[in-house]
């Protein structure tokens, strides 16, 4: 008789089944791991993005038909201005060229070439505010430097700056100040003395840039002074020059000094050339020379500019002229503009120290802007001719006003004495009578 209770030797244990079932799941995959390949057609696919460039600044029509080879003879032997073949760089980049590899063919390295493009990008957006010809044309020459130094500012600051360091004949150096000072300006509002000078002026810009400078020396030292005398030489509007001589007062309160002895000290720098400084100065100016014991004559008679012209900055004057002087590039010369001559004395003595200070057989120079000759009255010094037959002579502003003297021969800006070897001298702004 069958019996059909399951026999114990098929029961599930003694099968072992569930590790067989483990293992089975193991194998099994989710379904969302698995892909329709059909489904992809369905989607559109995606765009890699792509940052937008600007079309490439189109060659000179000169350079337009030259080949590679051509383009690096041009770059190699810098044939032609500086704006006419800074566009081949980007050129030969753009045909598989590197900065190094254009370095290594031309000579011209990559910061010079960063300089250059950037540089020329600057001069055409100078062209395309409506720049003076003439003042465009003052940076046919050297000019990739300055104008590269403003090429954070705006369209319209660009073309001020330009101007103002053009006017003042800034390198590089005084350029980037400039440049700093006109974007610094506008963050600063609320500063003491900010409303007193025009943020559309790069001057009053840079002087207030001095002026903040010469504040944060809370003590008279010698710093404050120079950062104070800078900010009044480059401000531009009577405001701003304002604000800059009442801190001077305010220095000059402090010391216990009169507020006319300040104001010589800004006007009238007293400095000693020192040996081989000018062979190791950066910039030099060239300045014309006449005597003192001639009179006014050879003044009215100097060249009334001079400008450096040609890839060499050859010095060209309107008229030829026996003697010329080479004086580094201090910043009271370095700002002057047309009409600045040169006044030698034999004698120190010619200037108004104090009575107890004489100082016999030395002869100096007298550096003066004949393009200022108005007696104004912050009784700063004046170049003058007192009587006929006598030589020249600087006198105070006050002393003239006295005499009625209302027009010089120009304002003195710097007083230059000749290097010797014991420099331990150097005259103090006390030394003024």
Known sequence: MLSLSPSPCVTANTLNLKPMIKQRRHFLKPVSAIINPSSRSSQPQQQVYQPFRPPPAPLPSQYGTLDIPGRIEILANRLGLWYEYAPLIPSLIRDGFSHPS????????????????VASQVRDSLIQSNADPDLLSAFDTGGAELLYEIRLLSASQRVAAARFILENRFDGKGAQEVARA???????????????????????????????????????????????????????????????????????????????????????????????????????????????????????????????????GVVVAEKGWERWVVLPGWEPVVG???????????????????????????????????????????DGFYLVKLDADGGLKVQRGSALKQMGVNESLGTVLLVVRPPKEDDDDQLSDEDWE
């Open 182 to 312: 006109m974007k610094d300006f506008p963050s600063r509002r609320g500063e003491k003395g900010w409303e007193c000078f025009d943020y559309t002026l790069p001057g009053d810009c840079l002087s207030f840039m001095y002026y903040r400078q010469g504040r944060e020396h809370k003590n008279p030292s010698d710093k404050r002074t120079s950062a104070l005398q800078q900010a009044l030489r480059v401000a531009e509007t009577e405001k701003a020059k304002n604000v800059v001589l009442e801190e001077l007062k305010g220095k000059g309160d402090e010391e216990g000094e009169k507020v006319d002895d300040v104001k010589r000290a800004v006007l009238v720098p007293v400095v000693r050339l020192k040996i081989g400084e000018v062979a190791q100065a950066s910039s030099v100016v060239v300045l014309p020379v006449c005597k003192a014991e001639e009179g006014d004559r050879g003044v009215l008679e100097a060249p009334f500019e001079c400008r450096n012209v040609g890839q060499f």
């Open 102 to 117: 254009i370095e290594e063919a031309t000579g011209i390295s990559g910061v010079e070439q960063n300089r250059l493009i």
């Open 336 to 378: 002057l503009g047309k009409g600045a001559v040169v006044v030698s004395f034999g004698d120190a003595r010619a200037l108004p120290w104090k009575a107890n200070r004489w100082y016999k057989e030395e002869p100096i120079l007298v550096v003066a802007d004949r393009s200022n000759r108005e007696v104004g009255a912050d």
